[in-house]
């Protein structure tokens, strides 16, 4: 059983920075590959970033060139630094761990979300 726990939401003006970090209570942590997603108000949850355990990048188009994803197996925990935050950023943002992959159509852990709001 791994918990995940988000933190580092909140309220940034457009064209600002916000770095989201999961700390990941699992001894087993650096053998999942690990990712956000986000969900805006009335609209589906979509894909943001992942990270596999061998180190490898994924991002979502919409976020390319922005923002960052890494992770410390040492220290059980996943970042997602977000520069140039645009309003269209705005949504809840939801730590996600899987075996194999979390863009598969089964993710198998879930962190509670954290809130980030871009302003104009």
């Known amino acids: 059983q791994v918990q995940l726990v988000e933190s580092g939401g909140g309220l940034v003006q457009a064209g600002g920075s916000l770095r989201l970090s999961c700390a990941a209570s699992e001894r087993t942590f650096s053998s999942y590959s690990m990712g956000w997603f986000r969900q805006a108000p009335e609209k589906e949850r979509e894909f943001v970033a992942e990270i596999s355990r061998s180190g490898g990048i994924l991002y979502a188009d919409s976020v390319k060139d922005r923002f960052t994803i890494s992770r410390d197996n040492a220290k059980n925990t996943m970042s997602l630094q977000m520069n140039s935050l645009k309003p269209e950023d705005t949504a809840i943002y939801y730590c996600?761990?899987?075996?194999?992959?979390?863009?598969?159509?089964?993710?198998?852990?879930w962190g509670q979300g954290t809130q980030v709001t871009v302003s104009s």
């Open positions: 996600a761990a899987d075996w194999l992959t979390v863009r598969g159509r089964h993710v198998d852990y």
